[in-house]
Structures are given as structure tokens and as C-alpha cells.
């Protein structure tokens, strides 16, 4: 399987696009709230010469699966989220549950839990930000294939108590993204992602266990070294 992590950045105008990891010297950093799953927190920084206060949630990390069977089927599920009030389809996705919890391992442990399936074959298929303007999550989907029934069941609790499962071509799922029929974000990139890389021989996927740098634990780690 090719390399396709990030490059290294290179300047110039001729440079491959790449984001630019910044670590700003914080003048402060406080968590004004701390909530059930996650904080807000209140930075102070100077960029281009002013002091500026940014306050964001404070995200553990997350990732999603993409599990696609022998007949081009993904498997979706249909959960309700409560702050757009909306039953969507979605990929299963969850938290890193620790600090330190493997993304890959957190992916399997998604995968089982959610729709009871394991997989044989993983490979990282995007990587992204889900809304930098005011959260830090960064969210990894991992392709799966060589998909099979878990051993067990799992007891599913609160919104998961009335998760829907579906397979569906990823072709469909496509059309369902491009005519707005279906609009959760980790969806559409999951599918478009592997509608694009699917086309190209699936020579956009990298290593399972490629660096994820951009993940706000490792990105923590790496200031106190």
C-alpha cells in the first residue's frame, strides 16, 4: 500500500497543498466549562501582533468507520442527535474513550459496538477537522473491508437504544450526499472519499496505522516534549 500521509511541508508556490501546524505561545489557557463529555476552554495568544481570546470546545478526538462488504454495501446507521433534532444516517463513529486509546483500536471498538461487525481489512481513508472554528475535534474514517458478524451483541444504551442499520451501495449513498438528501458531514466525506479513491484503484488509502499529528492528544504531547 503507498505512503500517502502528509507530505512534508514545503514552501513555495509550486509546494503540494498542506495545512501548517501551529503551536502559538499561550498566554493563558483556562476551561471556563466543563460539561459531560466535553469542555469549553478559553485561550490567550499573540498572533500578528495582538493578543487575541478564542474560546472553543475542547475535543477528545474521535473517529469513524466506513465498512464496505463484497458487494459494495456500506453499512450505515440511522441515530438521533439531539442538537439538530434530526434521526440521520451516519457512519458509526465514536470517541477515543482514554487518553492514549490507539485511533485504529478505537475504530474496531466503534464498529463492534455500533452495528455488531468486525473487519479484516482497515486502511485510513480521510482525515479532517470537523469544524475549526470553533472546536478542535479531529476525526479520522477508516475504510474496512473483509467485514463479518461479530461474535457478540452488544446492549446498546440512551440515543444508540434505537440505532437503525442498514447496507446500501455506496453508489446510492453518493447520489444521497450529492442531492442533500443525507447531511451529516462525516457521511458525505466518508462516501466521497471512497467514491474518489475507489475510481483511482483505492491508491488514496494509507497504512492503518499511519501518524494522525493533527489529533488534539498527540498534538498535546508534542508541546510538553
Same mark, same amino acid.
Given at each position: 500500500?503507498? /505512503? &500517502?500521509?502528509?507530505?512534508?511541508?514545503? !514552501?513555495?508556490?509550486?509546494?503540494?497543498?498542506?495545512? =501548517?501546524?501551529? /503551536?502559538?505561545?499561550? #498566554?493563558?489557557?483556562?476551561? %471556563?466549562?466543563?460539561? *459531560?463529555?466535553?469542555?469549553?476552554?478559553?485561550?490567550?495568544?499573540?498572533?500578528?501582533?495582538? !493578543?487575541?481570546?478564542?474560546?472553543? %470546545?475542547?475535543? &477528545?478526538?474521535?473517529?469513524?468507520?466506513?465498512?464496505?462488504?463484497?458487494?459494495?454495501?456500506?453499512?450505515?446507521? *440511522?441515530?438521533?442527535?439531539?442538537?439538530?433534532?434530526?434521526?440521520?444516517?451516519? #457512519?458509526?463513529?465514536?470517541?477515543?474513550?482514554? /487518553?492514549? =486509546?490507539?485511533?485504529? !483500536?478505537?475504530? *474496531?471498538r466503534e464498529l463492534a459496538e455500533e452495528v455488531d461487525l468486525v473487519a479484516?481489512?482497515?486502511? %485510513? #481513508? $480521510?482525515?479532517?477537522? &470537523?469544524?475549526?472554528?470553533?472546536?478542535?475535534?479531529?476525526?479520522?474514517?477508516? #475504510?474496512?473491508?473483509?467485514?463479518?458478524?461479530?461474535?457478540?451483541?452488544?446492549?446498546?444504551?440512551?440515543?444508540?437504544?434505537?440505532?437503525? *442499520?442498514r447496507w446500501v451501495p455506496l453508489d446510492e449513498v453518493v447520489d444521497a450526499?450529492l442531492e442533500r438528501r443525507v447531511q451529516n458531514s462525516i457521511l458525505a466525506?466518508?462516501?466521497?472519499? +471512497?467514491?474518489?479513491?475507489?475510481?483511482?484503484?483505492? +491508491?488514496?488509502?494509507? /497504512? +492503518?496505522?499511519?501518524?494522525?499529528?493533527?489529533?488534539?492528544? +498527540?498534538?498535546?504531547?508534542?508541546? $510538553?516534549?
Open positions: 500500500m503507498p /505512503d &500517502t500521509s502528509a507530505p512534508e511541508a514545503v !514552501d513555495g508556490p509550486d509546494a503540494p497543498l498542506h495545512d =501548517e501546524l501551529v /503551536d502559538l505561545p499561550l #498566554l493563558s489557557s483556562d476551561v %471556563v466549562f466543563e460539561g *459531560k463529555i466535553w469542555n469549553i476552554r478559553r485561550d490567550t495568544f499573540s498572533y500578528a501582533g495582538n !493578543d487575541i481570546v478564542r474560546e472553543y %470546545v475542547d475535543h &477528545t478526538g474521535a473517529v469513524a468507520v466506513l465498512a464496505l462488504d463484497d458487494e459494495g454495501r456500506v453499512c450505515l446507521i *440511522k441515530q438521533y442527535r439531539h442538537p439538530v433534532a434530526t434521526r440521520e444516517w451516519e #457512519l458509526p463513529a465514536g470517541l477515543l474513550d482514554f /487518553d492514549g =486509546e490507539s485511533a485504529l !483500536d478505537a475504530a *474496531k479484516a481489512d482497515w486502511s %485510513v #481513508l $480521510s482525515d479532517f477537522h &470537523t469544524s475549526p472554528g470553533g472546536n478542535n475535534e479531529a476525526l479520522r474514517i477508516y #475504510l474496512a473491508r473483509g467485514v463479518a458478524e461479530a461474535p457478540e451483541e452488544f446492549a446498546r444504551t440512551d440515543e444508540e437504544s434505537e440505532i437503525e *442499520k450526499v466525506i466518508g462516501v466521497l472519499a +471512497a467514491d474518489t479513491s475507489r475510481a483511482r484503484g483505492w +491508491a488514496t488509502l494509507a /497504512d +492503518a496505522e499511519s501518524p494522525w499529528p493533527q489529533h488534539p492528544v +498527540a498534538r498535546r504531547r508534542a508541546r $510538553s516534549e
